[in-house]
């Protein structure tokens, strides 16, 4: 399913979820274990290159990784780009889906600001997930919190209230081991925050990365915190260093 382009954004924040009053601190216990690291402390990159992306962006792929979501977008100012997913088997990497994906309206920054509607780019974990709907067998930490319908709503109107039937939260300026609507922004509140992937309402976003809704379920599905999954994105050219 793909939602028609909204009206409108929301004019405060990246998401429209609700506010959250957890305050700043540590993850929780149930946060993924930090990746292995090397003697100065910096995780052990993996050794193979994943598909489309140069030596600094996979050095920043864990060596424990086995999936890697690449969404590339062919220029710095794109709002669409091609999503693809690999999973490490057998010492190489095999594409399993391409999906196509809009982000910020605004394109890509590496330094992005609260409101400029960018998104980010760099290499995220993923470890959170949620929504408006139940839980549709996705094995990472789901978080079902119906008030994100009417959020969404707000936001757009609400014949787009469905944007947030399910999500899966970048860990940009989060805490993993979270619900996706959390609120703390360990990098500060101008950095922006609330970057999820989410339904597609076929048009730029504040920021987050959108699919199609049997795309996103798929992914729900697939995505495997044993496989510690992580996100690269943005711009080919960056993402080619």
């Known amino acids: ?3 028609a382009a909204p009206v409108q954004q929301a004019r405060t924040g990246d998401i ?6 957890n305050p700043p601190g540590p993850a929780p216990s149930s946060a993924p274990a930090p990746p292995a690291t090397e003697a100065g402390g910096s995780p052990q990159p993996h050794a193979v290159p994943v598909p489309g992306l140069g030596p600094q ?3 920043r792929i864990p060596a424990d990784t086995s999936q890697v979501l690449v969404a590339s977008a062919p220029g710095a100012d794109s709002e669409t780009g091609a999503l693809r997913v690999y999973r490490f088997e057998d010492g190489s990497w095999t594409k399993l889906k391409t999906f196509d994906f809009h982000n910020g309206t605004n394109g890509w920054l ?4 609260e409101g400029d509607k960018t998104s980010p780019i760099g290499v995220f974990t993923l470890s959170d997930a949620g929504g408006h709907l139940p839980d549709p067998g996705t094995k990472l930490p789901y978080s079902h919190e119906p008030g994100l319908s009417s959020s969404a709503a ?5 014949e787009y209230s469905r944007v947030f039937d399910y999500v899966i939260a970048i860990d940009y300026n989060r805490v993993p081991g979270t619900p996706p609507t959390d609120r703390t922004r360990p ?3 101008d950095k922006g925050g609330g970057i999820w992937l989410h339904l597609d309402h076929d048009s730029g976003t504040n920021g987050c990365v959108t699919l199609k809704e049997e795309d996103l379920r798929w992914l729900l599905r697939t995505l495997d915190p044993d496989a510690h999954p992580h996100i690269a994105m943005g711009p080919a050219a960056e993402l080619g260093k």
Do not use: N
Request: proline letters at 8%; aromatic letters at 8%; charged letters at 20%.
């Open 110 to 113: 590496k330094d992005r600001r």
């Open 154 to 158: 707000v936001a757009y109107g609400e």
């Open 1 to 3: 399913m793909t939602i």
């Open 57 to 59: 962006t996979t050095a």
């Open 187 to 189: 990098l500060g509140w």
């Open 16 to 21: 429209p979820a609700p506010a959250q009053t």
